[in-house]
């Protein structure tokens, strides 16, 4: 179930649960900056066929870094 979390969370899920994290932003934006150990799914490309890369038995964190 989708809920939002602070960076002491995320930092807990990643160790603890081996959590996924995806970058929703566009490719060129991802191959300028992202968090170490992100995947690429632009939003606009997100669907089933896009997420079938993911683990299932893991947790997913989705994240937007957005400067505006």
């Known amino acids: 179930m989708p809920h939002d ?3 002491e ?8 649960d081996g959590a996924q994290l ?5 490719a ?5 900056e992202h968090l170490p ?4 799914i632009p939003l606009k ?3 089933e066929n896009s997420v079938a890369q993911l683990n299932r038995d893991a947790p997913v964190i989705v994240y ?3 400067y505006q």
């Open 9 to 16: 969370e995320i930092r807990e899920v990643l160790g603890r």
């Open 5 to 7: 979390i602070d960076i």
């Open 64 to 66: 937007c870094y957005d």
């Open 37 to 40: 150990g992100a995947i690429s």
């Open 22 to 26: 995806v970058e929703v932003l566009p």
């Open 45 to 47: 490309s997100l669907d």
């Open 28 to 32: 060129k934006e991802y191959e300028e």
